[in-house]
């Protein structure tokens, strides 16, 4: 491929997919463990999805929800008001991708609160526009060359439990953390100018790192005590992945506001913000918008997305793929010494690689080889991480438990190839 341009992970342009697998233009199968970066937990092209989108689009494209009210955008509003965390009153509306969500959810907050500044976390990832682009924490390949960055952004530290600074234990981890904000506001900014904090529950590109109950809990309590909106974004996590409908619900946080897209309907681009009404209810006519958001194919779709999740019991069925691929993982770690560690929860499951066990420095290089190893044995899958040494798990929920295991055979293969010599026991 040429240098410049977005990066394409691998090579085969699949023109058929269906449920878990796709094939390539010369008839090769490949069983999907990257789920379109976590956007296809409903699986490749779900014939509901599909038959609600033909009927959609005999009826009209887009009128544009600024111009003409439509059903489909009032009935996917109305059921992300009732299904996200929080029994409060909520109000939503829909935007084109994850980035735009999170740009807009930082406007409602700077607009709600009359304040600046945003905090975001180290590793953390937002989106390439401006200022997701700032929120995110990773310079290669995203932040490189395209500076100066959107002003008053702050980045915390975010645990990381296995890589924990002089043997700190998880609570101790968590408790420094937290000590660490009251100092940034000492020292870079005062708690009663910062507008917001907006946390993954879960950091996807950084390398499916989980922080505990605990941590976010007191991230939320710090919130509340300078008057401060928690944003979770969801865009990665939500939608059944974690073995929850969104991954806040494993924390016992109901955030202020909250970012999805991804696998709100199966690979069309639509995303959205959520949040408590009066703080929706911030902006003046105009302030916020956009014309294609909202797209009644991208409605219709994230409606029977939803269907399919309740029906089909799709966070349930994450909460046991989470659990037979961790199993395996661990399994694996007794045999293979560059598997540092395990991470998951429910199926967004990793596992990094590193070079010894006891330094725990990253290996990048074998875990590229690995994914390469893999693929040519028939399983998509990626890497993740600040060092680009973690392998993630992002396959649809529906997949088979066949395909399953059929997979996770490639990719244990896989890696005591790449591992060589390197693998104990």
């Known amino acids: 491929m040429s240098r410049g341009g977005p990066s394409i992970r691998f090579p085969p342009s699949p023109p058929r997919r269906r449920g878990r697998l796709l094939t390539d233009v010369d008839g090769n199968t490949f069983i999907d463990f990257a789920g379109g970066i976590g956007s296809l937990n409903a699986g490749h092209c779900p014939p509901a999805v599909v038959e609600a989108l033909k009927d959609q689009l005999d009826r009209y494209l887009h009128p544009s929800f600024h111009v ?55 590793r953390g990832f937002h989106g390439r526009t401006y200022m ?13 060359g395209f500076g100066p960055f959107a002003p008053d952004t702050y980045k915390m530290p975010y645990p990381y439990y296995y890589r924990s600074p002089h043997g ?12 660490k904000f ?15 904090v907006i946390m993954e529950p879960v950091q996807g590109e950084g390398g499916f790192v989980i922080p505990s109950a ?17 944003i979770a974004d969801e865009v990665q996590t939500g939608f059944g992945r974690t073995g929850k409908n969104f991954a806040m619900e494993h924390f016992g946080v109901v955030p202020d506001l909250m970012t999805m897209s991804k696998s709100i309907a199966a690979g069309l681009p639509i995303s959205a913000v959520t949040g408590r009404a009066d703080i929706m209810d911030a902006p003046g006519v105009g302030e916020i918008g956009g014309t294609y958001g909202g797209s009644p194919l991208g409605c219709v779709a994230a409606l029977k997305v939803i269907e399919m999740l309740e029906e089909q019991r799709l966070a349930e069925r994450a909460a046991l793929i989470g659990n037979v691929v961790s199993e395996r993982f661990r399994r694996l770690q007794q045999e293979v010494d560059r598997i540092g560690d395990i991470r998951s929860l429910g199926a967004m499951c990793a596992m990094e690689l590193v070079k010894d066990p006891a330094g725990k420095e990253p290996d990048k290089e074998l875990t590229n080889r690995v994914l390469q190893e893999a693929y040519r044995n028939g399983v998509i899958v990626m890497g993740a991480g600040l060092y680009g040494n973690v392998i993630r798990f992002l396959s649809p929920l529906v997949i088979t438990d066949e395909q399953l ?21």
């Open 214 to 230: 605990r941590f976010v809990q007191g991230v939320k309590a710090l919130c509340d005590r300078y008057g401060i909106l928690f």
């Open 132 to 144: 997701a682009m700032s929120l995110t924490s990773k310079v290669k390949p995203y932040k490189n």
């Open 405 to 425: 295991a059929e997979g996770l055979d490639v990719l244990e293969q896989a890696l005591r190839t790449c591992a060589g010599a390197n693998h104990g026991a």
């Open 168 to 179: 700190m234990t998880p609570e101790e981890t968590d408790d420094y953390i937290l000590r």
């Open 182 to 196: 009251e100092d940034l506001f000492l020292s870079e900014v005062p708690g009663e100018e910062v507008a917001a």
């Open 68 to 122: 003409v009210m439509y059903e489909p955008y009032v009935a996917l509003a109305e059921k992300l008001n009732e299904i996200t965390p929080g029994s409060h009153r909520k109000k939503t509306f829909f935007l084109n991708s994850g980035a735009e969500a999170v740009e807009n959810a930082v406007k409602i907050a700077r607009k709600y609160t009359g304040r600046r500044a945003v905090i975001s976390f180290e």
